[in-house]
């Protein structure tokens, strides 16, 4: 739970609301144990529905350290939400 929390509060302060946490899974990389995620957050919500155009989602991938804080992220997708999911 407190991984999910420290990742709703990255993207509240740092990016957008997330719209949902897809993922969490225990991952190691170069020896160094942590958490890697999945989040959708809905992209320039006002934007497009000012200009009457469908939502845009954009996947995230999180990686947590082990002291449960947000280490680094990106986002590898972006697409309209009535657009069928990729699997990532």
Do not use: C, T
Request: proline share 2%; hydrophobic share 40%.
């Amino acid at each position: 739970m407190k991984i999910m929390e420290e990742i709703k509060s990255f993207f509240n302060e740092n990016i957008a609301p997330p719209h949902k946490i897809i993922s969490v899974k225990k991952h190691e990389e170069n020896g160094e144990n942590g958490w890697r995620a999945l989040v959708e957050v809905i992209e320039e919500k006002d934007y497009m529905k000012k200009y009457a155009h469908d939502q845009m989602i954009g996947l995230y991938e999180v990686f947590i350290d082990n002291d449960s804080e947000v280490a680094g992220f990106s986002r590898i997708s972006l697409r309209f939400r009535s657009d069928l999911e990729e699997q990532a």
